[in-house]
């Protein structure tokens, strides 16, 4: 009985917030909700889960996609998703970004979270900031828990029909730690099947500098994306 009360007494509340909503406020829920669109959702299959150069699914195969959602006034947020392959491990990355166009650039900045289903101890956070300009971009991470710095300078062209996208990165960790110097070069494609867009590819990670070692081999990515 005792639970039922507190059931109905809930129900109540909720009843009598959304009663309680103004016509000025539904109006303004309905112009935010109106000014947000879905920003595409896909899914693909990766011969290895691959993060900044360096492998992270000890070279099983990986299924990964996303979705997200972003307003007009240049606010976004995403899910992402990575299996990692050993030990039932899925990494979920949610992003919240503010991203503007000044004309000759743009720009953007935001926070990530890193969880790990099954692996609660690898959980990090990150903040960021970013430029971009028709010649590529420049994007600036600072890792909140190991206090790292990571530097992504990625640009790309079209040739033939293909996209060919390079990016160096160059990590600072703390003191005591080796640099990590990772330049990626990734060859793609779209396939327009009605509303789908099959997208093949493959990138190559090449280490450079102190972080090239036979414990972290240079890393070749093969995959197979759907957006819809």
């Known amino acids: 009985m005792l639970q039922r009360m507190k059931n109905i007494t809930a129900m109540s509340a909720i009843a009598v917030g959304l009663w309680a909503i103004t016509p000025a406020q539904a109006a ?37 996609g996303d979705v997200g959602m972003a307003h007009d006034s240049g606010v976004s947020a995403n899910v992402w998703f990575a299996t990692l392959g050993t030990g039932n491990v899925t990494e979920f990355d949610f992003t919240l970004d503010y991203s503007a166009d000044l004309g000759f650039m743009g720009y953007s900045a935001g926070v990530i979270l890193y969880r790990y289903h099954n692996s609660g101890a690898s959980n990090a956070s990150e903040v960021y900031v970013g430029a971009n300009h028709e010649l590529g971009s420049a994007t600036l991470y600072y890792d909140t828990n190991s206090k790292n710095i990571w530097l992504d300078l990625s640009s790309g062209i079209e040739l033939a029909e293909f996209a060919v996208e390079g ?26 099947l009605d509303d789908v867009v099959l997208t093949p590819s493959f990138t190559y990670n090449y280490h450079m500098g102190a972080f090239d070692t036979l414990a972290t081999p240079d890393a070749l990515l093969l995959s197979v994306n759907m957006a819809y």
Do not use: C, H
């Open 167 to 192: 990016t160096l990165s160059y990590s600072a960790p703390d003191v005591g730690k080796s640099e990590f110097v990772n330049l990626a070069v990734g060859i793609s494609q779209d396939i327009e």
């Open 28 to 64: 303004d829920m309905e112009s935010i909700l109106s000014d947000t669109e879905m920003t595409g959702s896909n899914i693909g299959l990766y011969s290895q889960y691959v993060w900044r150069g360096q492998r992270q699914s000890a070279g099983a195969m990986s299924v990964q």
